[in-house]
């Protein structure tokens, strides 16, 4: 008996020491901190090794690119450098000199040729390397001006430099490894590290003091940021509901809708400058023989409701469709006159009949997972409504790529949001150049003329011919608009009008 | 002894040997290892020289030794998703998933021990009858759905326990009940079964006879020989705990290995996939050959 | 999965009179209840096409997460509701049996077949050939089944055959442990050693001499490793790496209505009573034929 008792004892003692030991996550309003929960990890906060839309809006809080993008006045503003001359071969940039890093060191023109110059090195191995691949050289001009020399000139050098965080010399140079520095990052933004702790995947930063160079841009309103990860949908709801979490994305609209009958919570909805499409294997490199056939792919395009699977990615929240690809308002150099066919079920059936399939075949469809599976979903069964039998695999990014690069892709459901870049050089690279399943030489040669031309009304032109291209050969069909739903404390003001990948930058979240 | 040790230490190590080449093949089957290393957009040229860089251009049974060695002295390979050694990664996870896991053991052992016990001594009873019943919807009920009924009831209608995370301990006790729910019915019956047996031989006939009372009968003696087999199920189960864990960390959103699993085949990270099995599989192994031992001591009968 | 040691196999018995089998199978009450809920259950699954009320993938994006009609909104048009994508609840349920059903059956059946002949080839013959079905079975019960299958499936895609065969291949080492350790045990009984007396081949005293000895013993396990089956299927479902969705099976109907079940419980709460009452009598059933069949070998 009294073994019992010292045992029921020991493992009081072991209990009430670890709940001291678990610091209570402390958040909210009252103490300035705001808790985001992320559905996936983070791995690292180096955007060039981890380019996932989680890293880049931790890596938008601690680094500063040379230039930047606003989405306001659709303009690219001064960040790192103060002020730059393009002319066809080069860029020169004039940098700041009162810019200093986390760690008090000054920050240079040799930080910037050290960061574009291991982008480019042929020893660095990283993904989307081939994106810097029109960077031809960087040199140091003074101590606070660079050249940047390139190969031909494209209209979105530029807005494709927002994306490229400056990495301090004096710390990531002089690893030997150079993915470390992901874990300990120091740079110049408006919030500074704290504590990234790997094993539990939590992260959290404070404001930078010293910051003053963001511009409106990158304003910082809230003094600590933590982030952490919870790879359940509902574990994040419940943690949102226990007070252990304040902003997260991911939830479906509905729930979201659901979620905001709770007057604690609500959520806003970013428009977004992606949409969800359906992009089939035109070019039969998957061996499924229907697809290739475009009379095929025309049914499919016409067998679907766009306007019911609006309310899976949006519910009841009145969110703009999109008519093709890519939105002319939102995306520089967009253009189109062919829209998508419309539902109309029984033209696809015939349409099948006429292409030698009357009793339907079968596909295979990938999708990533999460709502993109749901819409997937209910494609497949629009698809089984004109006898087409189609399954659907939910992949992560990273299977989805791999899949792909392999060409084992026999049609694809999901959403592309540019990575945050509002230009049409980003539509180009993903569906034509880095995986080709049109299997079209026109439509690369139209998306390179496109890439090229630096006059915007002729590139507008060229545009058009593209997406009426994609439209009319069916190649991608959008489905629907793909708005990005944050939800979060009723306490908090979101304005949502970023082009940021992960659906709001960290500016643009205040306390009310 | 000795030579049924050495026989079962040969089996185990046999069984430990072929559980790697399942594991090997396991990701040389995951796709071109040389082009997922190279990354995105990279040329056949850079993907050549990838192969050749990690020695992937070699034959594949020197790739399977080179391995084996890497793997005894303790590496396993680099995650491909965030680059860093699996070792670390499974040394930084592995304490949840051990802590969960022995919990879940514990917690089945408290509940059915004395449940057998009891059972045992009134067969057929309301009582046993009660037990077996228990058992049977132990068997029964789906752990990743017994844990989210857990989570509804205790985490979002009570709001008495936390329902996810394994930082400190109250974050344990949910997936502790829905992990420890599934060993509890094998350990009840095992332990009936044995006790109903050791009830009826003649040396309880004997202890009874001779006057001692029933409850020191009951514990002191019976239950000391009838929980003899428990005890090697209950390592065996211990292993398969470990295996099992992916699906309730998971459902709780736990950081342990099993959750690791999961985010890896995800990933297509196949590096840390392959840890983790052969970790699970070789924890296993090692658990049933103690619990043979434990066995071979004390029933010297068994010789498999 | 759970201890291998539940279905030790019993003293092999002689063949019961028939009469006594069924005399005590109708006072058996586990038997009839299980064996009542489990013909339910396949009835259900094999009249699907007719008594589901709708199409298993007739989606009404419309009318969405429609309450069931015990609820205040509900009504009979969905008896138990719809889902995320309008889709009637109760057809999805009917056709998810059709297919957890099929695959767990099927995987029994290729599972217990590969065991058996394990089993019996290393029972029979003893000595090396054991050595090499021993190491076989420790092999298969050192591998994680969820494990192994969540990999296997994600390297391949999934796919319901896929399902099949590799739970197939991943639980098949109860039937050989129960088989090869019988069959040790058969071996020098009278009739295997008249048989082989009388010249018959190895072939022939396995298949036709001990096989059908063992028969009610497979039957059993084939029973009980279903229930099993369902449960892993239903996991692996539901870890999002079983059946590819649309296609419905209890698991995955559990994982699309996980996220949904602080709003809507009754669509995770539903199947997973569903799964839970099924395995359950599957257990009592296969429970009953071996108390019917082997009364001394009751656990």
């Known amino acids: 008996m009294s073994r019992t008792r010292w045992g029921m004892a020991a493992a009081a003692a072991l209990a009430a020491g670890w709940g001291l030991a678990a610091t209570p996550a402390s958040a909210g309003r009252a103490n300035d901190t705001l808790n985001i929960v992320e559905i996936l990890p983070l791995g690292s906060l180096d955007m060039y090794y981890a380019g996932y839309p989680q890293t880049e809006f931790m890596s938008d809080m601690l680094f500063d690119a040379l230039v930047d993008y606003d989405p306001g006045t659709k303009s690219i503003v001064p960040l790192l450098a103060k002020s730059w001359k393009v002319t066809p071969g080069a860029i020169d940039f004039e940098l700041r000199d009162d810019v200093t890093w986390h760690d008090g060191q000054k920050f240079t023109a040799d930080d910037v040729v050290y960061t574009l110059g291991w982008l480019i090195d042929p020893a660095s191995r990283y993904r989307f390397k081939f994106n810097w691949a029109w960077i031809k050289k960087v040199e140091k001009t003074g101590p606070y001006s660079v050249r940047v020399e390139t190969n031909g000139q494209r209209p979105y050098d530029l807005l494709r430099l927002t994306l490229a965080p400056m990495f301090p010399k004096h710390v990531r140079g002089v690893l030997a490894d150079t993915t470390e520095f992901g874990k300990h990052p120091v740079g110049t933004g408006p919030y500074k590290l704290v504590s990234f702790n790997e094993a539990t995947n939590r992260l959290v930063v404070v404001k930078n003091p010293a910051y003053k160079w963001g511009g409106t841009t990158k304003a910082a309103h809230i003094g600590r940021v933590m982030m952490s990860t919870i790879p359940d949908m509902g574990a994040q709801v419940s943690a949102l509901l226990a007070g252990k979490a304040d902003l997260f994305r991911n939830l479906p609209a509905d729930q979201a809708e659901a979620l905001a009958k709770d007057p604690r919570f609500t959520f806003s909805v970013n428009p977004s400058i992606g949409t969800t499409y359906m992009w089939f294997d035109a070019a039969g490199r998957s061996g499924n023989k229907a697809i290739a056939n475009p009379k095929v792919r025309q049914a499919l395009a016409m067998a679907v409701d766009r306007g019911a699977l609006a309310k899976i990615m949006s519910a009841n929240q009145n969110v703009e469709q999109p008519k093709n690809l890519c939105w002319p308002d939102r995306i520089i150099g967009c253009a189109f006159t062919k829209t998508e066919p419309g539902y109309h079920p029984a033209e696809a059936k015939k349409l099948l009949a006429e292409a030698g399939y009357p009793n339907g075949f079968s596909v295979h469809i990938t999708a990533y997972v999460g709502r993109l599976s749901q819409l997937a979903e209910a494609v497949a069964g629009y698809f089984a409504q004109i006898g087409v039998k189609a399954t659907v695999e939910p992949v992560t990014v990273t299977t989805y790529t791999k899949k792909s690069l392999a060409g084992q892709i026999e049609m694809t459901v999901a959403g592309y949001t540019l990575g945050g870049l509002p230009d049409v050089s980003q539509q180009v690279t993903f569906f034509v150049s880095a995986a080709d399943y049109s299997g079209d030489p026109e439509l690369k040669k139209l998306g390179a003329a496109m890439d090229a031309e630096m006059d915007p009304e002729k590139r507008l032109k060229i545009s058009s011919q593209f997406y009426d291209r994609i439209a009319d050969d069916v190649y991608i069909t959008p489905l629907t608009a793909m708005p990005h739903v944050i939800t979060h404390l009723s306490d908090l003001d979101i304005n949502s009008h970023s082009a940021s990948g992960y659906g709001v930058g960290i500016s643009d979240i205040k306390w009310k | ?304 | 999965m759970t201890a291998v040691l539940d279905t030790a196999p019993a003293a092999v018995l002689a063949p019961t009179p028939r009469r006594v089998m069924l005399r005590r199978a109708r006072s058996h009450v586990g038997l009839l209840v299980g064996g009542a809920v489990v013909l339910f259950v396949l009835l259900v699954a094999l009249l699907a096409p007719w008594i589901a009320p709708y199409g298993p993938y007739q989606q009404d994006l419309l009318k969405r997460l429609a309450d069931p009609v015990w609820a205040a909104g509900g009504s009979w048009a969905h008896p138990l509701g719809t889902d995320a994508l309008g889709r009637d609840l109760l057809s999805r349920m009917i056709w998810g049996a059709r297919i957890s059903l099929t695959i767990a059956i099927v995987a029994s059946v290729i599972a217990a077949t590969i065991g058996t002949l394990i089993g019996l080839v290393g029972g029979y013959f003893g000595g090396r050939v054991d050595a090499v079905a021993t190491w076989l079975i420790n092999v298969k019960l050192a591998l994680p089944i969820i494990l192994i299958a969540l990999a296997v499936i994600a390297i391949v895609s999934p796919s319901v055959t896929l399902l099949v065969l590799i739970l197939g291949f991943l639980t098949w080492d109860r039937y050989a442990l129960v088989t090869r350790s019988l069959t040790q045990q058969m071996k020098h009984r009278e009739f295997v050693l008249a048989a082989e007396a009388a010249g018959a081949s190895s072939l022939y005293v396995m298949l036709r001499e001990i096989l059908p000895n063992l028969r009610d013993q497979i039957i059993v396990l084939v029973t009980l490793e279903v229930a099993i089956l369902i449960l892993i299927e239903a996991a692996l479902s539901f870890l999002g790496l079983g059946v590819p969705p649309p296609i419905p099976s209890w698991g995955s109907i559990i994982a699309d209505g996980r996220g949904l079940m602080f709003y809507k419980p009754f669509l995770m709460v539903v199947p997973g009573l569903a799964i839970f009452v099924l395995v359950t009598a599957i257990n009592l059933f296969g429970d009953g034929i071996r108390d019917v069949t082997a009364p001394e070998g009751r656990a």
């Open chain 2, 1 to 304: 002894m000795r030579r049924f040790i050495l026989r079962r230490l040969l089996v185990s190590l046999l069984v430990i040997l072929t559980v790697s080449v399942v594991g090997f093949s396991l990701l040389r089957l995951s796709g071109n290892l040389a082009a997922v290393l190279a990354g995105e957009g990279a040329t056949p040229a850079d993907i050549a020289k990838v192969a050749h860089e990690y020695g992937l251009d070699q034959p594949l049974y020197l790739q399977y030794v080179d391995w084996v060695l890497g793997l005894l002295r303790g590496d396993l390979g680099k995650s491909l998703f965030s680059g860093d050694s699996v070792a670390h990664l499974i040394a930084t996870r592995i304490g949840v998933t051990l802590t969960l896991a022995t919990f879940s053991l514990v917690l089945g052992l408290v509940i059915a021990i004395p449940l057998g016990v009891v059972a045992a001594t009134r067969p057929n009873s309301w009582l046993d009858r009660g037990a077996l019943m228990l058992a049977v919807f132990g068997q029964a009920i789906p752990g990743f759905w017994f844990g989210l009924i857990l989570i509804y009831v205790f985490g979002i209608m009570l709001k008495w326990l936390p329902i996810s995370g394994a930082d400190n301990w109250r974050e344990f006790v949910l997936p502790t009940i829905a992990l420890g729910v599934s060993i509890m019915p094998s350990i009840m019956r095992l332990t009936r079964a044995g006790m109903i047996e050791v009830l009826s031989s003649d040396y309880i006939r004997a202890a009874r006879a001779a006057g001692l009372a029933p409850l020191s009968i009951l514990f002191k003696h019976a239950l000391r020989n009838a929980i003899l087999p428990v005890v090697s199920v209950a390592a065996v189960q211990f292993g398969l705990l470990l295996g099992g864990s992916v699906i309730i960390e998971s459902v709780f959103a736990m950081n342990g290995i099993g959750l690791l699993a999961y985010q890896a085949i995800g990933n297509a990270d196949f590096p840390v996939v392959q840890a983790i099995l052969i970790f699970v599989s070789v924890g296993y192994v090692v658990l049933t050959f103690l619990a043979e031992l434990i066995n071979a001591r004390l029933d010297p009968r068994i010789r498999l």
